[in-house]
Each structure stands twice: as structure tokens, then as C-alpha cells.
């Protein structure tokens, strides 16, 4: 992170083909989760061949240790996920001019397999050229999209770094992940009395009627720039001439500001206990914090690589927040400080996801400068 040698900060000469060939031969496999091993024994034999040890964990997370070659620097995380969301029947990448598509019957998967790809070639350009570099942890993780259960169960003992960079953004190639908001999830039970909805209506206490008294009375949706709240399922009610002794609402709420974000769903359960007690019903509330609101400034360790390898790539980095959920937030949690790297995919989780040659080019070349400057 210290200022370079003017040779590191000379671009070194892709060899493009190789890139695409090794990023078609990984997206032409299917590795939705649970099919992650399809990736590891493409590029486990590759990384092997330049130095990287690898092993598996017990949930099939692939960890490279690349020790250092005549560079006394700090260890730092290189990440990317290995799968993908569906659908995915059979993987046909076309090749086009500006992009890789996928066929149209699936997705094309450059979600994450830009980021495998752009770390493979990264290493491989290093290694080839000779260049001096630090020590470098790779990980590659399982089941991001089902709800990062790579990085959830991931051991941080099992590497060295304890700064990171994930290359999973949904951003441009050249934008920097530097805040990632927290996140709640909310569930409330409602208890009312069971009844006959025709000759003892009286009698009854709606859970249906308290259920839907508190989702009017919450904020939810786009809260304000900071933080956002959602009821994304309702259940309740067996019959409609019984009065429903039972509901159940299941939400979340995102913040990048875990002030806010805490008293946002400390209104989202006051409103539910108004609206139990409102019908003489109950309420059981449920809420986990799932990740703490992450801020990192532009001084910070992770924010610098990134920066630093963004500029010598000539790019100029920008550095922006997001809400969405991603493996940096395990690693973060787990004492990794982690920030993402925009990968300059586009239309991802669709058919029609893409990946242009020039982001692919950029994005391996911002993890070779990565490496370099570490
Ligand atoms: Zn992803």
C-alpha cells in the first residue's frame, strides 16, 4: 500500500485469450450451490501448476495459500464466489464482440465467475512475469446466492489476511464497495382467539385484523437514504368463517447507519405490540441482527489496495454504498476487513446477463495491481 516502484505501476500485457478461454471454460459449467466442486477442479489443477497450495473446507470452500516471492508485505484476502443463481440447465456462453452472453436459457453466471476468472489470470500473469509480491490467501466460496453459506461457515484461522477484497460488486470496474448496510430480520407472531365467524363473531380476536393494523402502522419500504424495511411474507387464517386465532408476518430491514437501522426495528416491533394490544391479542417478536453496518473511510487499509489498484489500472476509483448482501459481510464480521470490488458485470440474476470483454480485461488487470501493490 505504500507508494510503488514505477514497474509495478506499468500495466503488464494481458494474454486476453487465455482469459477468455479459462472464463468460457468456467461458465460452461453448471455450479449452482451445491455443484461448486464443477469450479474447483477447473481451476484447482491451474492454480496448483503456479505455487498456490489449496485445500477444501468441510463446506467445500476453496482456500489457496500463495506464499510471497521476495516481497516482505502484510498477507491480504482475494475472494470471489463460485456460484451461481439459476437457471441454469445447461451453461452455453456466446461469445460477441463487445460481451459474453449467455444463450438465452440461462444465466450467463459471470456473477461470480468474472471475479474466479480476473483472480486466476491475476495470479498466473504475476507469476509468469516474475514479479515480486506479498503473501495471498484466495478464497474461493460456495452458496453466496442462497445465502452466502460458503462465507457463513468459513474459518478465518484458515487464512492469514485480515484485509480483504471481494470482487462481487454489482458496480462499474473502478468502483469501490466502502459502506455495506446492516441487516435485521423480523418476524411476528400474532395470537388472537378462535371463533365462529357466523353465530360467535363476538367472541373472536382477529391475529389477521393485528397483523395488518401493525404493517400499517411501520414504515417500511425506502425509509430515507440510510435505511430500508420490508414485510416480505404474511400467513394466517384456515377458514373464512373462523375468526383467526393465528398470523405471522416475516420481514427485514437494511441500514447503512446501525443507529437508525436499530430504531427502525425497534418502531417495526412497537407497532406490532400496538397492534396485538389494540385487539386484546399477543404478540411473539422475533429479530436477529444478521450483519452490523459496516463504514470504512478512505483511509482505511482495504479502501487503500483498492484504491491503489484502481489508479494504477488508470481507472479512477469511485467509492459508493450498498445494500446488498454479499460474503464481505461474513468476512467483515469474522474480522476480515473486507471491501468489494466492482465487477462491471451487467443484468445479472436475469437471461440476458453479460459480461463485456473490456470489464473482464479491467478487472483482472485492477487484481493483478492488487497483488503488486499489497
Ligand atoms: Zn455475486
Known sequence: MAASSSIDNELIPL???????????????????????????????????????????????????????????????????????????????VVKPDAIYSDGSSVLGADDKAGVAAIV??????????????PIDLVFTVGE???QFGADAFDPNDIEARVGLVLDGGGPVGEIVSQQAGSY???????????????????GISAIAM???AIDHMPLGQIDELTVANVGVVSGGQAANIVPPEATLVGQARGLDQTALDRQVATMQQAAEDAAAAFGGQVEI??????????????HPAIQLADTA?????????????????????????????????????????????????ALHQLTQITIQTILNA
Request: net charge negative; charged share 20%; proline share 6%.
Open 121 to 134: 489470470e491475476a495470479v498466473a500473469t504475476v507469476h509468469e512475469a516474475g514479479l515480486p509480491h506479498g
Open 15 to 93: 494474454n486476453t485469450q487465455r482469459l477468455l478461454d479459462s472464463f468460457i471454460e468456467i461458465l460452461s459449467v453448471d455450479s449452482y450451490w451445491g455443484n461448486e466442486h464443477r469450479v474447483v477442479e477447473l481451476i484447482q489443477p491451474r492454480l496448483e501448476a503456479l505455487d498456490v497450495t489449496c485445500s477444501q473446507d468441510a463446506i467445500g470452500n476453496l482456500i489457496g495459500r500463495w506464499p510471497a516471492n521476495g516481497k516482505n508485505s502484510a498477507p491480504i484476502m482475494l475472494n470471489a464466489h463460485m456460484d451461481t443463481v439459476q437457471p441454469t440447465p445447461k451453461m452455453c456462453p
Open 211 to 213: 397483523l395488518a393494523r
Open 185 to 203: 430480520s423480523f418476524t411476528a407472531t400474532f395470537h388472537g382467539k378462535a371463533a365462529h365467524a357466523g353465530i360467535e363473531a363476538a367472541d
Open 145 to 147: 446466492e442462497v445465502g
Open 286 to 299: 422475533e429479530k436477529t441482527c444478521r450483519f452490523k453496518a459496516t463504514s470504512f473511510s478512505p483511509d
Open 310 to 358: 484502481v489508479r494504477a489500472t488508470g481507472l479512477t476509483p469511485s467509492h459508493m454504498p450498498t445494500f446488498g448482501g454479499s460474503d464481505a459481510q461474513n468476512f467483515n464480521e469474522k474480522g476480515i476487513q473486507t471491501a468489494m470490488l466492482g465487477s462491471g458485470y451487467l443484468n445479472v440474476h436475469s437471461v440476458s446477463e453479460s459480461m463485456p470483454h473490456k
